[in-house]
């Protein structure tokens, strides 16, 4: 069966061959050059790999070509390529399949938005604020946003875990738990899968962890609790203004402690309760 002619794509030709080349029925396309200076000759690898997937040649689910022609396509070293994969693979972009080869992922916002909770698992002092910060300015909204969509079956899913925090006043670490699920659970609710993911990422449970412990000693099990129930009841009410509110106080609460008690003291990765 004749293949056809091969589409065309602009730039300019890697390894001195201009057009694209044929890996069996896929087309692959040979990415420019880059000339820039302040890239490392990975992060030039990883560009181009990275086209090849922004453009569609790659697309979500494709397999990559054998390694061996892969790299004359691109103009890389072997050696060159594995590190621009095993970097591809870090970040979600690529997956490595045992015995079959490597895969384009699905590049679906909660796989790709993966890295944002890492990140903010390593970050201290400072850095704690500036992401409260940014939640603040989220997650009220997005609490809103849930309030217009929310399912009976998924309320039903925050109110279980608002009832488990009831039952878990005395058990900081429970607590915590279900406290972080709550929150998952409005953020589900919202339908929008990339900001489910960025919110997850920001207000996940190893950074309330780190915050929980300072608010523990104010005896604030009660009232997390109290705002928690008041975003229940406006979610339940469909009131998204209410909502918004409701979320923007129980923020407020993390904010006002963290800029008060933020210095030396403020525990880090190292002072955070077991899991």
């Known amino acids: ?77 072997r ?13 979600r972009v690529l997956e490595v399949r045992r015995g079959d080869g490597t ?21 201290r002092r400072d850095d704690l604020l500036e992401i409260t910060e940014v939640r603040r300015l989220f997650e009220p909204v997005a609490t809103a946003l849930a309030a217009t969509r929310i399912t009976a079956v998924q309320l039903a899913e925050v109110g279980r875990h608002l009832d488990a925090m009831i039952a878990a006043q005395d058990d900081v670490e429970l607590l915590n738990h279900h406290d972080d699920a709550f929150h998952r659970a409005v953020f589900a609710a919202t339908g929008n899968q990339s900001l489910c993911a960025l919110l997850g990422g920001i207000s996940g449970r190893t950074l309330r962890a780190r915050v929980w412990r300072g608010l523990v000693v104010e005896n604030a099990a009660g009232r997390t609790i109290a ?49």
């Open 103 to 123: 895969f384009v992922t699905s590049l679906k916002p909660e796989l790709l938005l993966e890295g944002v909770g890492l990140a903010v698992e390593m970050m």
């Open 227 to 275: 705002e928690h129930a008041a975003i229940y009841r406006a979610l339940a009410d469909g009131d998204a203004p209410l909502a918004q509110a409701a979320a923007l106080l129980h923020v407020n609460t993390t904010e006002t402690w963290l800029r008060e008690n933020l210095g030396p003291s403020v525990p880090g990765p190292a002072d955070e309760p077991p899991r």
């Open 1 to 77: 069966m004749s293949l056809g002619a091969p589409p065309t794509l602009s730039g300019c030709p890697i390894s001195g061959t201009p057009g694209p080349a044929r890996h069996g029925s896929v087309w692959l396309f040979r990415v420019p050059a880059y000339e820039n200076s302040a890239m490392s000759l990975t992060e030039q690898a990883i560009e181009r790999i990275r086209q090849l997937i922004k453009d569609g040649t790659l697309p979500p689910g494709a397999r990559l070509p054998p390694e061996q022609d892969l790299a004359a396509e691109l103009g890389l070293s």
């Open 79 to 91: 050696n060159l390529l594995r590190e621009a994969v095993r970097s591809l693979v870090t970040t």
